[in-house]
C-alpha cells in the first residue's frame, strides 16, 4: 500500500492514503459528546492550522505551505484571499499578531510530499539568512513575501533538551505557536520538549521544559517486521516517553497553557495540558512533580494532542487520533478518526468533555471564537475549514 509520511514529533506519522481518502465529517455526532453537526465552509488542501479573526474571518494554512484568508460570506460561498506561500511540504502554524501582521511557523527541514512536484519558486528561501525549516516568519498586508523573524533550529542547537531520550538533544521541530498582546510569540518545539518565547528583534528564551514520563505500551499495535523496524515492545512494557510539546495557548486568565503529543510508543491517556506561569523562563513541567510556582498540570489523560485553543468555557484540544498517532502510523482501523476536547474547570476540578464526537477525521487545527468553533481536517489530502456552533 502506497503510504506518505509527515515528521510531527520525535517519531514520524504514516498515513495511508487509503486513510486520506476517508471523508472530513464521519458520523452523526452521537455517541456520549456533543451532538452538533459540523459545517463546511470551504474545501482546503491539507489544512491544518486555523486562527479565527471573528467576523467570518479566518486564517488558514494548506499542505505546500500555502496561507490565505477565508472570507464567509451570507447566502453565498466563503471566499478564499491567498495571502502567500512558505516552502516546504507540512503547513505551518499560523496566527495573528497586531496591526494586520500574521506569523508563520515552519518545522524541521523536509522535503516536497512524495509524488509532488513542487514549482521552481517554492524551492527557494523567502529571505537570507534563517532556512526555511524550524523558523518563525513574519508576513504584513503588502509584503511580496514572509519575513523571517527568528532561527528556532539554531537557537536549539544551542539550548539542548537536558531530558532527551533520543540521542538528539540538539534536535528541533517548532510545531504550535501563540502570539501575545507585547507583540512577542510563544513556539511549542515538539522535538525540543519545550515552550519558547520569541522577541521582535529575534531573541529567543526558554520559558519552560517538559519532562519524560513513564508510560506502558498499548495494547493492540500490529507485529511489525525487522525491516520495517520492528518489532515493537510487548504490551504491557513499561517505557519512557518524551512529551513532544506541539501546541500553545493563552487562557482566558492570562496563563500560557501547552499540549503534548506523546512520544513513543505514544501510548493513549498519557497527553497532558500544562498550565504555565507568564514570564516563566527556565521553568519545569514535571510529571513526577506536577504542581509548581511556575508550572503546573491543568489536565491528564488526553491523547496525541497538535492543538489547543481558548474560549469562554475553558481550553480545547485537539487529539490527530484517539487511538494515538502510532496506531494511525500503521493504518490500525479506526485510528484515522480524531478528537475534540474541552478540558475545564468546575468547583476547582477540571473535567473533560469530548466535542463533535467521531465528526473528526484526522483533524489539523482548532480555534475557537465566542461560541463558534473552527477546525481543519484532514490535515493529510484533500480536506476543509468547517465550523459547529
Not at 99 to 111: C, F, K, N, P, Q
Not at 145 to 173: F, H, M, R, T
Not at 294 to 308: F, I, K, P
Request: proline fraction near 10%; aromatic fraction near 6%; hydrophobic fraction near 35%.
Amino acid at each position: 500500500m502506497k503510504t506518505t509520511t509527515r515528521r510531527i514529533g520525535t517519531g514520524v506519522v504514516t498515513v495511508a492514503l487509503a486513510l486520506v481518502a476517508a471523508p472530513a465529517i464521519a458520523g452523526n455526532g452521537h455517541g456520549g459528546g456533543s451532538s452538533t453537526a459540523l459545517r463546511t465552509i470551504t474545501a482546503l488542501d491539507g489544512p491544518r492550522g486555523v486562527d479565527a479573526l471573528g467576523h467570518g474571518r479566518t486564517l488558514v494554512t494548506e499542505t505546500g505551505g500555502a496561507f490565505s484568508l477565508v472570507v464567509e460570506q451570507r447566502r453565498k460561498p466563503a471566499k478564499v484571499i491567498p495571502l502567500g506561500a512558505l516552502p516546504g511540504g507540512l503547513p505551518p502554524a499560523i496566527a495573528a499578531g497586531s496591526h494586520g501582521s500574521v506569523y508563520l511557523l515552519t518545522g524541521a527541514a523536509e522535503g516536497p510530499p512524495e509524488d509532488e512536484t513542487p514549482a521552481p519558486e517554492a524551492l527557494e528561501p523567502t529571505e537570507p539568512g534563517p532556512a526555511a525549516g524550524a523558523t518563525l516568519f513574519k508576513w504584513r498586508p503588502g509584503w511580496s513575501k514572509p519575513k523571517p523573524v527568528a532561527d528556532i533550529g539554531a537557537y536549539q542547537a544551542d539550548d539542548v533538551d537536558p531530558y532527551d531520550l533520543e540521542d538528539n538533544p540538539e534536535e528541533s521541530n517548532p510545531y504550535g505557536l501563540a502570539a501575545l498582546r507585547d507583540g512577542t510569540v510563544l513556539v511549542a518545539d515538539a522535538a525540543g520538549n519545550d515552550l519558547l518565547r520569541v522577541w521582535p528583534n529575534g531573541k529567543i528564551r526558554t520559558v519552560a521544559r517538559v519532562l519524560p514520563r513513564t508510560v506502558t505500551v498499548p495494547e493492540g499495535l500490529p507485529d511489525v517486521p525487522e525491516e520495517e523496524g520492528g518489532p515493537l515492545p510487548p504490551a504491557g512494557l513499561e517505557l519512557p516517553a518524551e512529551a513532544v510539546t506541539t501546541s500553545v495557548t493563552v487562557g482566558k486568565d492570562g496563563y500560557w497553557y501547552v499540549g503534548e503529543l506523546r512520544g513513543f510508543p505514544a501510548t493513549p491517556g498519557t497527553s497532558q495540558i500544562w498550565r504555565i506561569k507568564p514570564g516563566s523562563v527556565n521553568a519545569t513541567c514535571d510529571p513526577e512533580r506536577p504542581r509548581n510556582r511556575q508550572c503546573t498540570r491543568y489536565a491528564d489523560g488526553l491523547t496525541s494532542v497538535t492543538d489547543l485553543a481558548s474560549g469562554p468555557y475553558g481550553i480545547y484540544a485537539m487529539s490527530l487520533s484517539k487511538m494515538g498517532w502510532l496506531s494511525m502510523e500503521f493504518g490500525v482501523p479506526g485510528s484515522e478518526v480524531g478528537g475534540l476536547f474541552l478540558v475545564g474547570q468546575r468547583k476547582g476540578r477540571t473535567y473533560t468533555k469530548e466535542l463533535l464526537t467521531d465528526q473528526l477525521i484526522m483533524p489539523g487545527g482548532v480555534d475557537v471564537n465566542g461560541r463558534e468553533i473552527y477546525v481543519t481536517g484532514p490535515m493529510f489530502g484533500p480536506g476543509a475549514l468547517m465550523k459547529a456552533g
